[in-house]
């Protein structure tokens, strides 16, 4: 993730829909729990994270 770049574009936010096993990874650099979503490519549910910038 670039994050600088991200805020400097005008980003606020960064929203992920994460494969289940790497939401780990994504909380620890910072997202939090967001719900989740459905994948339009498998149908199947996936954790969502939000990372403020």
């Known amino acids: 993730m670039d994050l600088p770049a991200a805020r400097a574009a005008g980003a606020r936010t960064l929203w992920i829909d994460a494969d289940p096993g790497a939401e780990p990874c ?10 989740t979503s459905i994948s339009p490519s498998t149908g199947r549910e996936l954790p969502r994270l939000r990372r403020d910038l």
Not at 26 to 35: D, N, S
Request: charged share 10%; aromatic share 10%.
């Open 26 to 35: 994504y909380r620890h650099v910072g997202a939090a729990p967001a719900g």
